[in-house]
């Protein structure tokens, strides 16, 4: 069986090795060690501004929409995973949709300003598949009309937009670190924000605390634990070698599929150092898609309709129309990518799409 993805995982004895410690301390969770020394290795390793390690990649959202202070209607993109406009709803704002540019399938930037009412208070959207948003129009947009902008990075461990790391941009920028992310500690996540959020952000992800018997404001616990800090530790070494061997794989996979005409491959928008996360394929029509999911699933290969449905036809939002966004929803399959896929695998997988365009 060839599944969508396959989580790395590090030689079992250097993940040992690592967890050893939290064993010979007897300290588990409450920033220890471990997570010190992983947020400073990650924000090492990506040149990156503070970091603040979480136990998955939804809190840091929820977090950064409480701490922010936002209120009313938050535009966002309806192209992403569920976790971007439910963490808008759980924490009672309104996501107002603004459709995707086609081409590049992140939020359409020359959209938004028509979206924006006297009850908006942010833009969240999300560099989905690693390719970035207009962070620069986005960031003009939000300066004139006062807004807060918040990044779902999820996808974007590793990439680098006009040389600096994409966690840099927005008021804050949240990662996932899930196991079928590009880099994992199995559950996890974290947020990105400078000097001027990094304090509120840091309270708001143990409980509000500022000191030992000290609290400001209301908290939540999002802390990342060490037996998870020990998985990213023992994984970040192998990283640029997942990586290279990812792109081999997108390599072979755009040489056997870049010419056929009924389908499209991503475009990664210009001075992008890109993470090689995803490899969606959209096709020219839905039952196009079917056929092709169906063909590969007959041969014990599980490629996943990501991302699908459309975020502004989940049944508890007000959703806006959203024609490309839903008709790319329809259309998109995300084929096998992973550090062990091996290449005659990869030749089949194109043989079997290519039986059906
Ligand atoms: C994976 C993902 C999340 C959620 O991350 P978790 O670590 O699973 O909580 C949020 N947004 C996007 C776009 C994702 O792909």
Not at 148 to 157: L, Q, R
Not at 215 to 240: D, R, T, W
Not at 333 to 340: A, D, F, R, T
């Amino acid at each position: 069986m060839i599944n969508v993805t396959k989580t790395f995982l590090p030689p079992q004895e250097e993940y040992n090795f690592i967890l050893k410690y939290a064993w010979d301390t007897g300290w588990m969770t409450n920033r220890g060690v471990l997570v010190k020394e992983l947020e400073h290795k990650i924000q090492n390793y990506l040149q990156s501004r503070p970091i603040i390690a979480m136990t998955n990649g939804t809190l840091p959202l929820q977090i950064a929409i409480k701490a922010l202070g936002l209120t009313g209607e938050i535009i966002t993109t309806p192209f992403s995973y569920v976790a971007t406009t439910s963490s808008i709803v759980w924490e009672g704002c309104s996501p107002v949709f603004v459709d995707i540019d086609p081409k590049y399938l992140t939020i359409d930037e020359t959209q938004i300003e028509a979206s924006i009412t006297k009850n908006t208070s942010a833009i969240l959207a999300t560099h989905v598949y690693g390719n970035p948003c207009n962070v620069e129009a986005i960031d003009r947009i939000a300066k004139t009309y006062n807004l807060k902008v918040i990044y779902d990075a999820a996808h974007c461990f590793g990439v680098q937009y006009k040389g600096k790391s994409i966690f840099d941009y927005g008021d804050v920028s949240t990662c996932s670190f899930h196991a079928t992310k590009l880099f994992h500690t199995g559950e996890g996540g974290a947020l990105f924000c400078g000097s001027k959020h990094y304090d509120t952000m840091f309270y708001h992800h143990n409980f509000g605390h500022s000191g030992k018997e000290d609290f400001k404001g209301v908290g939540i616990n999002a802390k990342m634990s060490e037996p998870q800090a020990a998985m990213g530790l023992a994984v970040l070494p192998h990283l640029e070698n997942i990586m290279a061997k990812r792109k081999s794989i997108i390599d072979h996979y755009n040489l056997g599929l870049s010419k056929s005409l009924n389908i499209k491959l991503l475009n990664i928008r210009p001075d992008t150092k890109w993470n090689y996360s995803y490899l969606p394929v959209i096709f020219d029509t839905p039952m196009l898609m079917s056929k092709v999911k169906l063909g590969l699933e007959k041969e014990g290969i599980y490629p996943r309709r990501y991302f699908y449905p459309s975020l502004n036809t989940l049944d508890y939002v007000n959703g806006q129309n959203c024609l490309i966004s839903e008709s790319i929803a329809d259309k998109v399959l995300c084929l096998p990518l992973y550090h062990s896929l091996k290449l005659h695998e990869v030749k089949h997988i194109i043989n079997v799409v290519k039986r059906y365009l």
